[in-house]
């Protein structure tokens, strides 16, 4: 069945460092791949999205970058500062109707001061 | 102008009683999402409705588990005869799954503990 793997599971960064997180994923039918940040005590919520028809995207201080032949995708935080500290989920579907989201198993990251 | 409603947010059970967790999607989304977090864990598929499609049930765990989305809007997951493994957060997430909005909408959980 679908697999979505990610490494680190615990990541500890020192302020203002860069964090990468990395996931593969088993499904080649795979064409969405959202990352999810989770605070303690709240539900997951998106914080960038990457589709199949694009290699990279840029939202500030993170990217993603996606590797379809290899299927690989992953997560890059810049100057990594205090609020970043949270669970970091990557995550891949089809993007069609009858399609759910499988996750990795998380990433804590830590930054220290 | 709510998001995703759980509720209960918390349920302390006793081992073999039969429970019920409650999801209140964003209105108008057509997609459901159920998944569990244990402790300290990865968010594991339960299940998932998608308007009027059969839903996919692939990730339920045991024959104990089940859920149900009415109307295409609410939904009930069960857990019958309750066993201390099955202690998590289960977390409910909706989405407008049409074209390239694809992004799922995740409630605050419903922490169940099993004693």
């Known amino acids: 069945g679908e697999n979505v793997e990610q490494h680190p599971s615990t990541l500890s960064v020192q302020e203002g460092d860069s964090a990468v997180i990395k996931c593969t994923y088993s499904?080649?039918?795979?064409?969405?791949f959202p990352w999810y940040k989770q605070e303690l005590g709240k539900g997951p919520q998106l914080i960038i999205d990457?589709?199949?028809?694009?290699g990279e995207k840029k939202d500030q201080r993170i990217a993603v970058t996606l590797n379809k032949t290899a299927k690989h995708f992953s997560l890059h935080i810049t100057e990594t500062q205090p609020e970043d500290s949270a669970v970091y989920f990557c995550?891949?579907?089809?993007?069609?109707?009858?399609?759910?989201?499988?996750f990795g198993s998380g990433t804590r990251l830590s930054i220290r001061p | 102008g709510a998001g995703v409603s759980q509720s209960p947010s918390n349920k302390v059970t006793e081992k073999g009683k039969d429970v019920e967790l409650r999801c209140d999607p964003i209105?108008?989304?057509?997609?459901l999402y159920w998944y569990r977090q244990s402790l300290g864990q990865g968010l594991e598929f339960l299940i998932y409705?998608?308007?009027?499609?059969?839903?996919?049930k692939s990730g339920l765990p045991s024959d104990r588990f089940s859920a149900e989305r009415t109307g295409g809007s609410v939904s009930t997951l069960t857990i019958q005869r309750t066993q201390q493994e099955d202690s998590a957060v289960y977390l409910c997430?909706?989405?407008?799954?049409?074209?390239?909005?694809?992004?799922?909408?995740f409630g605050q959980g419903t922490r169940l503990t099993v004693v």
């Open positions: 997430a909706s989405s407008f799954r049409t074209g390239m909005n694809t992004e799922a909408f």
């Open positions: 499904d080649s039918a795979s064409n969405y």
């Open positions: 990457i589709r199949s028809n694009v």
């Open positions: 995550a891949a579907s089809r993007r069609s109707s009858a399609s759910k989201i499988i």
């Open positions: 209105s108008g989304h057509t997609a």
């Open positions: 409705f998608q308007g009027n499609s059969a839903p996919d």
